[in-house]
């Protein structure tokens, strides 16, 4: 299958200058040769011109919340570059209901039957899956390619070189990133993950949203319309 794969990929231009760093590492232009031939032999998600998608739609100079994922959905045609959305039209994932659920609950929003989130991206919400590709129908597949050194960076960098940034790490994986994170510049928030499997062990009732918001206007601001 052929495949139009870009010799370079082009992210917006605060990203590039605040991890270039990292873009010309030997481990980043590796982790880049092992990504492309993935997507020359394997049906992988999301489209490869979506992989940066989250970082296109949210600049570095405008990222206030962080909203961390594992890896994108596995199932065609639902990941779309950024953690927790699908397209529109895409069925609802059970992660994005409960996700609506706790915002409608908190925030007094009507449930949104959308689960595209580029709406909140262009706001400043930074949707950051750690492992940014996957192969169709095999979850977690794309563990081991290095791009979970790529997003700590990100990760790091945001908390070096920006204040008063929300991170919103949900369950043991996300949990686990916040040793990144300079809790005296930034305000980390954590609870279980919006899975189905674990919403009811403190997802719902986290109240993530409101105090986020509460967090930026005593930050001079602005909120988040979620």
Same mark, same amino acid.
């Given at each position: 299958?052929?495949?139009?794969?870009?010799?370079?990929?082009?992210?917006?231009?605060?990203?590039?200058?605040?991890?270039?760093?990292?873009?010309?590492?030997?481990?980043?232009?590796?982790?880049?040769?092992?990504?492309?031939? =993935?997507?020359?032999?394997? !049906?992988?998600?999301?489209?490869?011109?979506?992989?940066?998608?989250?970082?296109?739609?949210?600049?570095?100079?405008?990222?206030?919340?962080?909203?961390?994922?594992?890896?994108?959905?596995?199932?065609?045609?639902?990941?779309?570059?950024?953690?927790?959305?699908?397209?529109?039209?895409?069925?609802?994932?059970?992660?994005?209901?409960?996700?609506?659920?706790?915002?409608?609950?908190?925030?007094?929003? !009507?449930?949104?039957?959308?689960?595209?989130?580029?709406?909140?991206?262009?706001?400043?919400?930074?949707?950051?899956?750690?492992?940014?590709? &996957?192969?169709?129908?095999?979850?977690?597949?794309?563990?081991?390619?290095?791009? !979970?050194?790529?997003?700590? =960076?990100?990760?790091?960098?945001?908390?070096?070189?920006?204040?008063?940034? &929300?991170?919103?790490?949900?369950?043991?994986?996300?949990?686990?990133?916040?040793?990144?994170?300079?809790?005296?510049?930034?305000? &980390?928030? =954590?609870?279980?993950?919006?899975?189905?499997?674990?919403?009811?062990?403190?997802?719902?009732?986290?109240?993530?949203?409101?105090?986020?918001?509460?967090?930026?206007?005593?930050?001079?601001?602005?909120?988040?319309?979620?």
């Amino acid at each position: 299958m052929t495949r139009n794969l870009e010799n370079k990929i082009d992210i917006e231009t605060g990203w590039k200058n605040a991890l270039k760093s990292t873009f010309d590492s030997m481990c980043f232009l590796s982790l880049m040769r092992g990504v492309k031939k =993935e997507y020359l032999k394997k !049906e992988v998600c999301p489209e490869f011109k979506n992989i940066f998608r989250a970082f296109d739609l949210c600049p570095f100079s405008k990222v206030k919340i962080v909203i961390l994922g594992q890896d994108p959905y596995h199932n065609k045609g639902q990941a779309d570059g950024l953690s927790f959305s699908v397209p529109l039209g895409t069925s609802l994932p059970p992660s994005l209901k409960n996700i609506y659920k706790e915002i409608s609950s908190d925030c007094g929003i !009507e449930n949104k039957t959308s689960g595209d989130l580029s709406v909140l991206a262009k706001q400043g919400v930074l949707l950051l899956n750690s492992i940014l590709t &996957v192969r169709a129908h095999s979850p977690a597949s794309h563990r081991d390619l290095g791009w !979970e050194g790529f997003t700590d =960076e990100v990760l790091k960098t945001l908390s070096d070189k920006k204040n008063n940034v &929300v991170f919103m790490l949900w369950g043991n994986y996300a949990k686990n990133k916040k040793s990144l994170i300079d809790k005296d510049k930034h305000l &980390v928030l =954590e609870a279980a993950h919006p899975s189905p499997f674990s919403a009811y062990g403190g997802f719902f009732g986290c109240k993530h949203f409101s105090k986020s918001n509460k967090y930026l206007k005593a930050n001079k601001k602005t909120t988040i319309k979620w």
